[in-house]
């Protein structure tokens, strides 16, 4: 059975850092691709990064790129997203998702950035 458990949202203050995780069971987290989504207050499924199955090449959205990291740990069967120098706009509920056609998911953490 599949099953992903994100973990590690917080309320941090602006310029502040968060590592969330992902743990993934079910699947080899490298044989599929993998996402972040976040869904900020009001707003949509905002896509934020993206991890290919094949070269493992990362995408990242522009508003995110270069704050962001996303990785995966085989060890673990986890996907991990460093988040630094973060901002209020980045306040949103974070969801990783797996597979060609985004077939599985979890339930989200919250990560709250205010003073």
């Known amino acids: 059975q599949v099953q992903l458990v994100e973990s590690g949202g917080d309320s941090v203050q602006p310029g502040g850092s968060l590592r969330l995780s992902c743990v993934v069971s079910?699947?080899?987290?490298?044989?599929?691709?993998m996402y972040w989504f976040r869904q900020r207050p009001g707003k949509g499924l905002e896509w934020v990064s993206s991890i290919n199955s094949g070269d493992h090449i990362v995408h990242y959205a522009d508003a995110v790129k270069g704050r962001f990291t996303a990785s995966r740990d085989v060890v673990k069967n986890t996907l991990n997203l460093q988040m630094t120098n973060l901002r209020p706009e980045d306040t949103a509920v974070y969801y990783c998702?797996?597979?060609?056609?985004?077939?599985?998911g979890g339930q989200g953490t919250q990560v709250t950035v205010s003073t």
């Open positions: 079910g699947f080899v987290v490298s044989n599929l691709p």
């Open positions: 998702r797996a597979g060609y056609d985004l077939d599985y």
